[in-house]
């Protein structure tokens, strides 16, 4: 990513963490955990949990008629213990040592650089196992860009979806996207028009049987509202913003307040919990939802995932 900004990020290696801060912003990578484990901006956290690649979404009644839940479980079984294998710092492009105890000792409390890039490698629990890379650049204005890549590997099933999963402290009030109108899929973009749109709170279609709901294609660029944090001092109670921008193609996302796991989990309504995260994914591939029938039609060829082959999108993330 070409840094254009003229300030600096200071870096603080830390025993088991990397800490990057500057103006307005403050985040914190951990190793031991596999991912970014805080992100501040103005004051506000926007992590809950660290984000992790993500392969699943919630079978529908058109996936459990023809059989994909079954012939792609595994993907359901990584989604929830994903591990983290490898951790790669860069400062200005240049690799380092990984900075942990005692090679961090090496560094003062004053070092600055115009970017870093920190790289995880994650390894998934098919088989047979490949790899997904996610590499976080920031820069001296805080201006995050992530890249996310998936490595085919011959022999494992279709990809229910790809995509990276951020769990928010608190539930969102609202999302503003530039894209397609209504709920929209690859198979179900026909009706979409392109423009820009407000959704209040993090609704959910009222299924009789949860199922996948809520995706939203060919986006450029969405802002995610909350008003509350999980900070008991904080009184402040007015609205703060994180926005997730495309850069190069448009990304498909959902802002839920449940998980992929949380919706397959429930067999009606009235079982899913009560909302108290923002559960937000950033998609570089989805597979179709079909609908010709739900009792055997496969989703059309176009509009499968294939795990045999590599995927890779990217965005950036901007506090507002």
């Not at 409390?109 to 995880?120: G, Q, R």
């Not at 909302?275 to 039609?297: H, K, L, Q, Y």
Request: proline letters at 5%; charged letters at 20%.
């Amino acid at each position: 990513m070409a840094n254009t900004s003229t300030k600096q990020v200071q870096i603080i290696y830390g025993d088991a963490t990397l800490g990057l801060r500057g103006e307005g912003f403050g985040y914190i990578f951990s190793y031991e955990r596999g991912g970014m484990e805080s992100l501040v901006q103005h004051g506000k956290e926007w992590l809950y949990r660290t984000p992790k690649p993500t392969f699943w979404r919630a079978t529908t009644d058109n996936d459990r008629g023809n059989g994909f839940s079954v012939k792609s479980a595994m993907w359901l079984g990584t989604d929830l213990f994903l591990k983290c294998t490898a951790v790669a710092v860069a400062v200005n492009d240049q690799p380092i040592e990984l900075p942990i105890s005692p090679a961090n000792n090496q560094y003062s409390d004053h070092e600055f650089a115009d970017h870093v890039t920190i790289t995880f490698t994650y390894e998934t629990l098919t088989v047979p196992a490949t790899t997904v890379t996610v590499a976080y650049t920031v820069n001296g204005s805080g201006e995050i860009n992530v890249s996310v890549d998936y490595h085919g590997k011959a022999g494992l099933p279709q990809l229910p979806a790809f995509g990276l999963r951020f769990m928010m402290p608190t539930p969102a009030v609202r999302f503003n996207y530039d894209g397609l109108s209504g709920e929209t899929y690859p198979d179900r973009m026909a009706g979409g028009v392109d423009g820009s749109y407000t959704v209040d709170g993090l609704p959910v279609t009222k299924y009789l049987v949860p199922q996948e709901c809520g995706m939203h294609m060919q986006t450029k660029q969405v802002t995610v509202v909350r008003n509350r944090t999980l900070d008991n001092t904080d009184h402040a109670n007015h609205d703060f913003n994180l926005t997730f921008k495309q850069d190069g193609q448009p990304f498909a996302f959902s802002c839920l307040p449940y998980t992929a796991e949380e919706l397959e989990n429930a067999t009606h309504i009235e079982e899913l919990p009560a909302p108290r995260r923002t559960v937000f994914t950033i998609f570089g591939a989805v597979r179709g939802v079909g609908g010709i029938d739900s009792w055997g039609a496969d989703v059309e060829e176009q509009y499968h995932i294939s795990a045999e082959t590599d995927h890779s999108f990217s965005f950036t993330i901007q506090g507002v």
